[in-house]
């Protein structure tokens, strides 16, 4: 969402608060796309935060909850599950001299960090790429159901956590391993 910061620019304001939700659909624009297996419903984006002039320096903070869906790692049901990460910004109005800019350094250099640099546009501010870049870096990568999901019957597919199955009666052996068994069996029949 397009945040109006002109009451901080104009000076007529120190803090500018926000509170609003989204989704990654929304953003327009190149930015880091969510892993395949991760939906985020609609709204699923909740930003609370504010833009405050602190002694001259814009900074934009925001803290970001991200309602998800995927599936279990073991048993693929569907889980719904969120996360939360907190967000800073430094704001740029393009007035700023370059010794402003907090990423040069000592000699005028540039040190390669861009992606912490919002720029303010006509009065507003639009975090909503940044923040769902962010979103796809920390969307977690493992999800269970339950922390002790059985997951899958390795033979037939079957879900374990459910009565299991047939296959879990005679004892499921690892193909690599029976040819050992065999060979345990043969000696004790000798
Ligand atoms: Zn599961
Ligand atoms: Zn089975």
Not at 94 to 109: A, M, P, V
């Amino acid at each position: 969402m397009k945040l109006d910061l002109s009451e901080l620019l104009n000076g007529k304001r120190s803090a500018v608060s926000f509170d609003y939700a989204f989704d990654p659909t929304q953003v327009t624009g190149d930015c880091a796309a969510m892993p395949d297996d991760v939906t985020i419903p609609e709204n699923g984006i909740r930003v609370r935060g504010e833009a405050v002039d602190s002694f001259g320096t814009l900074m934009l903070r925001a803290d970001v909850t991200v309602s998800y869906e995927t599936r279990c790692a073991r048993c693929l049901d569907p889980v719904s599950r969120e996360f939360s990460f907190r967000m800073e910004r430094m704001v740029l109005t393009g007035r700023e001299t370059e010794r402003e800019f907090s990423h040069l350094t000592e000699d005028g250099e540039w040190d390669g960090v861009t992606d912490d640099i919002l720029y303010v546009n006509e009065g507003y501010v639009d975090a909503d790429a940044d923040i769902v870049e962010e979103a796809a870096l920390a969307v977690p990568t493992f999800d269970l159901c339950e922390p002790d999901c059985p997951g899958l019957c390795p033979k037939c597919g079957r879900k374990l956590r459910d009565g299991g199955c047939e296959c879990r009666e005679e004892k499921y052996i690892n193909p690599q391993f029976a040819v050992l068994q065999t060979l345990l069996d043969k000696k004790k029949e000798d």
